[in-house]
């Protein structure tokens, strides 16, 4: 059984479920607000939303669908996650202004199979009454041959209409090949597959993806089906112009190797106050009281940050789990208070990720002087010397007064580490191969 995050959830009805992701802000356009509204009162229905294999992990900027489904199979929907194993072998125009880069068929394999095990810490897939379903279009996009594909489904896409949608319509001044021109109609095919195979109405999506599933709920209705509906989601924004889902170090991803939880929760408590609210409602399962109480914080108090902190540590621990909301909390303070000592190596190491980074040679002493300058601490000895005399230096937390202070096996964290600090905020790590 796969591990999934505990989140704390403030659960909704069928009835109520449109209406409170429109109260959070998450429907940006839906096709039959009317039609959809009296379906999901009266029926299970079953949705689903697509994420292609582009890289090994999903990023943030998938968060925001990935809860979106579990919002839907909470309220007793049906949620499917469809990884895009065939489409990720073409590659989607939507959103972007050049070609994308073909990857080979085993990378995307590989990739496809990170991202199953990734979408299944969020959704229940053991679920009793209401599993989740996880599948791979590359099951019925593969064996497809290009005359019966052309016949039987291209024949009902004109030209005209496929021009007339945004994701190709905006590619059209820097060239679009042919190759990304028909993942539209890829993508339509999925969502008839889906609705043939699963009884699936409901595709979810990004604001970018309308063109894709209407093209979608276009294609079922002329191979026979009916009832099918479509919900955008905003396109995520900062109010200060910076794209979302991005920091100093690179974009922010769900995998922990590659983006640690420390600098995961860093990012969210570093929300601006005009966002936090915002990302309160889209990225958590805060009932509607708790947000509201925290909107006051900010309004009221702005300066105690509480909003940003229990963001962060909510998304931390829909991400990664409560340990880690524990441990990034933990490193937060060590850093704060400089003491470094109580630090976990893997704690360390996540705490000083960003910093500046020497690797020395083993040796049995250095001393501190020619540490400083060797880290980059210092530009040269003479500076060193006079931030040792001024109490400016730090080695893991604890001020150093002499300036023939020998650093030895003694000073090393774990064995292996030393951790200098220059006035409040400057840290540096060295490692001892």
């Known amino acids: 059984m796969k591990e999934r995050c505990n989140l704390t959830e403030a659960r909704v009805t069928q009835a109520d479920l449109l209406e409170d992701l429109e109260y959070r802000g998450l429907i940006y356009q839906v096709t039959d607000r009317e039609g959809l509204s009296k379906k999901l009162d009266s029926e299970r ?45 073409i ?43 996880l599948v791979s279009n590359y099951d019925w996009l593969a064996p497809l041959d290009a005359i019966s594909f052309l016949r039987d489904v291209g ?5 005209n209409y496929m021009l007339g949608k945004d994701s190709v319509d905006s590619r059209l001044a820097n060239g679009i090949s042919f190759t990304e021109f028909s993942y539209m109609i890829l993508q339509a095919y999925d969502f008839y597959r889906l609705n043939k195979e699963h009884n699936c109405s409901l595709q979810l999506g990004g604001s970018d993806q309308w063109g894709n599933i209407t093209a979608g709920l276009d294609l079922i209705g002329k191979m026979g089906g009916e009832g099918a509906y479509g919900i ?18 690179g974009a922010i991803w769900l995998d922990r190797s590659k983006t640690s939880a420390y600098q995961f929760y860093q990012f969210w408590i570093n929300t601006d106050d005009n966002d936090v609210v915002k990302f309160l409602k889209y990225f958590t399962f805060l009932s509607r009281e708790q947000i509201a109480k925290l909107e006051a914080e900010v309004k009221e108090r702005p300066e105690k940050r509480a909003a940003q902190r229990e963001l962060a540590r909510e998304v931390t621990r829909i991400v990664h789990g409560q340990e880690a909301v524990e441990s990034a909390e933990k490193i937060t303070e060590a850093l704060f208070s400089g003491d470094v000592t109580s630090l976990s190596e893997q704690e360390l ?77 400057n840290y540096y790590l060295v490692r001892f191969a």
């Open 232 to 249: 955008t989601m905003p396109l995520v924004t900062k109010s200060d112009g910076k794209k979302f889902g991005k920091s100093e170090s």
């Open 349 to 425: 190491v996540e705490a000083l990720q960003d910093m500046p980074t020497t690797v020395l040679e083993d040796g049995a002493e250095t001393g501190l002087i020619d540490l400083l300058v060797a880290a980059k601490a210092a530009p040269s000895r003479r500076q060193a010397k006079q931030d040792i005399e001024s109490g400016a230096v730090y080695v893991n937390g604890e001020r150093m007064s002499g300036i023939d202070t020998v650093i030895g096996a003694g000073h090393r964290l774990h064995g292996r580490y030393v951790v200098l600090r220059r006035g409040k905020k």
């Open 155 to 159: 024949k009902h896409f004109t030209v």
């Open 91 to 133: 590659g989607d125009p939507s959103g972007r202004s050049t070609e994308r880069s073909l990857n080979t068929a085993d990378t995307v394999g590989q990739w496809t199979e990170s991202l199953k095990r990734q979408l299944s810490r969020f959704l229940d897939f053991d679920q009793p009454d209401n599993p989740a379903r």
């Open 45 to 89: 229905v079953v949705l689903y939303c697509g994420f292609d294999p582009t890289a090994d992990s999903l990023h943030i900027g998938s968060l925001l669908p990935i809860l979106c489904l579990r919002r839907f199979q909470l309220a007793g929907h049906h949620s499917i996650a469809l990884v895009g194993g065939g489409t990720g072998l």
